[in-house]
């Protein structure tokens, strides 16, 4: 029972171009949103979040949206980099619990040069 | 380097034996998670810990694993003897405060089981 949906394992952007990663979730008590960048043979990292009293938030060349009704997020990068070449996880967490993270499957977002 | 520590980065474990990963925290952080991470998947969470305290076990496979973290000292996930299927990333995860939102994670270990 998957949680939180990324249905596109992989996405190609050039270079200067949106990246447009896009997440669903089933839980209605998810109130709080992540995504997180990942290299091989690293960990996560942590790009930006999304509380849901919120339906956007902003950070330099990434911004992060939250369609409550819909169950749907999505992380835009503009301009995009080669740099940004990675995958890209949604992550969701609910209050009330111990915080734990339930993520995504992941995307690959390739920015070609 | 203030970011989380996980050592071993690469274990090669035989079945049967037992495998220890350590995490260190980052500086200031009390809170610390555990996932794991099979090929073509994301991570699963599988236990969150406070100092001396198991917070919540609810993603820990019932038998052979189990956390901790000391007062003193790392956070060590335990795996007794270790099957074929146990072969994944194990990333630990540190956060400031409970609820406290964003996890910053280690590099994890990638524990191989020959």
């Known amino acids: 029972d998957q949680q939180v949906k990324q249905n596109s394992p992989s996405l190609s952007v050039q270079e200067g171009r949106i990246s447009i990663l896009n997440c669903d979730y089933t839980n209605s008590m998810f109130d709080y949103f992540l995504w997180y960048k990942k290299y091989p043979a690293e960990g996560p990292t942590f790009l930006i979040s999304i509380s849901s009293i919120k339906d956007k938030n902003e950070d330099g060349r990434f911004t992060v949206f939250l369609n409550k009704s819909a169950k749907h997020l999505s992380l835009h990068i503009v301009p995009s980099q080669p740099g940004d070449s990675a995958v890209y996880f949604c992550?969701?967490?609910?209050?009330?619990?111990?915080?734990?993270?339930?993520f995504g499957s992941g995307t690959q977002l390739t920015v070609l040069p | 380097n203030a970011g989380v520590m996980q050592n071993p980065r690469h274990l090669v474990r035989r079945r049967g034996q037992e495998a220890r990963l350590r995490c260190s925290p980052m500086?200031?952080?009390?809170?610390v998670y555990w996932y794991r991470q099979l090929p073509e998947e994301g991570l699963k969470f599988m236990v969150y810990?406070?100092?001396?305290?198991?917070?919540?076990e609810s993603g820990m496979p019932k038998e052979r694993f189990s956390a901790e973290f000391p007062k003193e000292g790392p956070s060590i996930l335990r795996i007794q003897q270790v099957v074929r299927g146990d072969s994944a990333a194990y990333f630990c995860?540190?956060?400031?405060?409970?609820?406290?939102?964003?996890?910053?994670f280690g590099p994890g270990t990638r524990l191989t089981v020959t």
């Open positions: 500086k200031g952080h009390s809170h």
């Open positions: 810990l406070q100092k001396e305290n198991i917070i919540d």
């Open positions: 992550a969701a967490s609910e209050s009330g619990s111990a915080r734990q993270l339930t």
């Open positions: 995860a540190s956060s400031p405060r409970q609820g406290g939102g964003e996890q910053y």
